[in-house]
């Protein structure tokens, strides 16, 4: 299992495109992943799940993975997630 911090950091963010991609990001892995605020964890690749955890930009959040290709899923998460442009 990996799993890593990050502050999200999306350029023009308004949540619900991100949000979308997201799921779509986390859904081309096979591993479980997981983002983790304060006492949730939420399924990375439920819209709905994802939709409730109200993400903002500077925010503080941690994202777990566990399988195969967890380090390329945290990889590509945190890329799209902190990307200023």
């Given at each position: 299992m990996l799993q890593k911090n990050f502050v999200i950091n999306i350029h023009e963010f308004d949540e619900a495109r991100p949000v979308a991609e997201i799921v779509q990001t986390?859904?081309?892995?096979?591993?479980?992943?997981?983002?983790?605020?304060?006492?949730?964890?939420?399924?990375?690749?439920?819209?709905?799940?994802?939709?409730?955890?109200?993400?903002?930009?500077?925010?503080?959040?941690?994202v777990e993975a566990d399988g195969v290709d967890e380090d390329d899923a945290v990889e590509a998460i945190i890329k799209y997630m902190t990307t200023e442009s």
């Open positions: 986390a859904s081309r892995y096979t591993s479980d992943i997981y983002f983790v605020s304060g006492s949730r964890k939420i399924n990375a690749k439920s819209i709905m799940g994802m939709m409730s955890l109200g993400l903002c930009n500077n925010e503080e959040i941690s």
